[in-house]
């Protein structure tokens, strides 16, 4: 159980719905708000598909490969690392999308890279190998953490309303925090198990 609530936490932080408000939101700024919620809830669900493959086939490309649990533990934890670093501290380049002006947004960049990123990805193969019998529980855990971000992007404009560009940043700030603390903890994992072997 408390692997599943600490998994939950590690993927909801990692999905960074506070930090893809303003995105999302610069995105769609230019449709009607009911077409916006529902490209909201289309990229979130291609988005939950690609996660879902990613889960159930994570052990067998990791077993493909030949990556030892303790690697993937430890190369993990660093790449959580670096993720949680950018979002304490953020670059000052403004968020361009890419997308022609009054272009609707299909796959890219809402649904991958900025949900379902490399970073999740990567993260759901690595608990799918470290806990290959609590299957059930990391689609559930993905699921909360999936259903948390969908609720976030969905009430974007009270969210903005009531914190404020300055309280959704730092806000985003205190979720990079608790992922490096998260990183950490499974990259010192990583290396108490290979010590051990």
């Known amino acids: 159980m408390s692997e599943m609530i600490s998994a939950t936490v590690l993927l909801f932080l990692i999905m960074d719905p506070l930090g893809n408000l303003p995105i999302f939101m610069s995105v769609l700024k230019h449709l009607e708000p009911k077409r916006r919620r529902v490209i909201v809830i289309r990229e979130m669900l291609i988005a939950l598909l690609l996660m879902l493959v990613f889960l159930f086939a994570g052990e067998h490309i990791l077993s493909f490969l030949s990556l030892r649990t303790e690697t993937v533990s430890i190369s993990g934890g660093i790449i959580l690392f670096l993720i949680a670093i950018k979002m304490i501290f953020p670059s000052q380049e403004g968020n361009s999308t890419g997308l022609p002006a009054g272009e609707e947004p299909f796959l890219v960049p809402l649904a991958i890279p900025l949900v379902a990123g490399p970073s999740i990805l990567a993260a759901l193969m690595l608990l799918s190998h470290q806990y290959p019998l609590q299957i059930n529980?990391?689609?559930?855990?993905?699921?909360?953490?999936?259903?948390?971000?969908?609720?976030?992007?969905?009430?974007?404009?009270?969210?903005?309303?009531?914190?404020?560009?300055?309280?959704?940043?730092?806000?985003?700030?205190?979720?990079?925090?608790?992922?490096?603390?998260?990183?950490?903890?499974?990259?010192l994992d990583g290396v108490r198990a290979y010590l051990r072997t």
């Open 137 to 187: 529980h990391l689609v559930l855990a993905l699921l909360i953490a999936w259903g948390l971000s969908v609720v976030i992007l969905m009430l974007s404009n009270v969210f903005l309303r009531l914190l404020g560009s300055k309280g959704v940043s730092a806000l985003e700030r205190l979720m990079g925090l608790l992922l490096v603390m998260i990183s950490t903890q499974m990259f």
